[in-house]
Nanobody, 115 residues
Framework: QVQLVESGGGLVQPGGSLRLSCAAS????????MGWYRQAPGKQRELVAA???????NYADSVKGRFTISRDNAKNTVYLQMNSLKPEDTADYYC?????????WGKGTLVTVSS
């Protein structure tokens, strides 16, 4: 059974940093691409960053240069380092993977950027 559990969200001031973690279980983690998505109130869920099994990454234009996705296959964990946070980064952040055409999601972790 695939499980994805996010952690690391919280309240941070504009310009601050947070690191999100997503721990995966029930899969051979190293074989799969992983992604971080976010959903702000009243908006659609959007891709923030993704990392392939080989470590290649891509980012939404809105976070390029500020966010970094990484993975530790030994710990079955994917990270999202978020720097220079802005109020518009406020959202629920979700971890995602796709296996055999099926999407798996964590329950999300809330990031609030506010002074």
């Amino acid at each position: 059974q695939v499980q994805l559990v996010e952690s690391g969200g919280g309240l941070v001031q504009p310009g601050g940093s947070l690191r999100l973690s997503c721990a995966a279980s029930g899969i051979i983690f190293s074989r799969y691409a992983m992604g971080w998505y976010r959903q702000a109130p009243g908006k659609q869920r959007e891709l923030v960053a993704a990392i392939t099994s080989g470590g290649s990454t891509n980012y939404a234009d809105s976070v390029k240069g500020r966010f970094t996705i990484s993975r530790d296959n030994a710990k079955n964990t994917v990270y999202l380092q978020m720097n220079s946070l802005k109020p518009e980064d406020t959202a629920d952040y979700y971890c995602n993977m796709n296996r055999r055409g099926m999407d798996y999601w964590g329950k999300g972790t809330l990031v609030t950027v506010s002074s």
